[in-house]
């Protein structure tokens, strides 16, 4: 690879990939509609991020860990998402996943696109089996954000050289401390307080607004 140049942090949920993934292990576990409801609530910033991650995820209590299996391969990249990665990667930006999500599938996208930095919350799972609760860091839209800035001074990168993406509330934070933040298909409470918003969900349509490719 050519001199890094650039990072450019993408949300996962939403924004790389079409699907709420936690819906969908609801759907699994026989609450997709609560847990959806939730899931909506908390992406427009109308409840705290944690707190209704930690009660979404109890109600998936007992799946298997091989739903995740079945999950993974029910996900869909948001249109020319991976030529996107394929164009910033030649071009000396590295990218990460920083995700709300669960750690089983985001590490995997990760592996599938040959990115090399990913963050994402981790299940707890006994005799193969989910309990309803986390384990280790939860990744709150303050994490995110300190991810970020965590790998960017990985990276010797000034701030101008970030670029962070998202649609929820949760990224708010994040995409506040990237030299830039862009809302893609983001919620109007993303949408006020971010300038910069992609509405068309096409990666291509984020490119003109990256002049570190120049």
């Not at 050519?2 to 759907?27: A, F, H, M, P, Y």
């Not at 009660?55 to 249109?79: A, C, M, Q, T, Y």
Request: charged letters at 25%.
């Amino acid at each position: 690879m050519s001199q890094v140049k650039g990072l450019c942090v993408l949300d996962v949920d939403g924004t790389l990939i079409l699907e709420e993934v936690i819906n969908l292990l609801g759907r699994e576990a026989g609450h997709e509609a609560e847990i959806s409801q939730i899931t909506s609530r908390a992406m427009r910033g109308e409840l705290v991020f944690e707190s209704s991650l930690r009660k979404r995820v109890s109600l998936l209590e007992g799946l298997p860990i091989l739903v995740f299996d079945n999950v993974f391969n029910s996900i869909h990249l948001s249109l020319n998402a991976q030529e996107f990665i394929s164009i910033l990667q030649k071009n000396g930006i590295l990218v990460g996943l920083v995700s709300g999500g669960f750690t089983p599938i985001v590490e995997r996208l990760s592996k599938s696109l040959g990115i090399a930095y990913f963050s994402a919350n981790q299940v707890e799972v006994k005799d193969g089996h989910l309990t309803g609760k986390l384990v280790g860091q939860i990744i709150s839209p303050q994490i995110k954000k300190e991810t970020l800035e965590q790998w960017r001074e990985e990276l010797k990168l000034s701030k101008e050289r970030t670029i962070a993406i998202g649609d929820g509330a949760n990224d708010l934070l994040m995409l506040r401390s990237a030299g830039l933040g862009i809302a893609f298909c983001g919620k109007e409470v993303l949408k006020k307080e971010i300038p910069n918003h992609v509405d068309k969900r096409d990666f291509l349509e984020v490119l003109p607004l990256i002049d570190c490719l120049e």
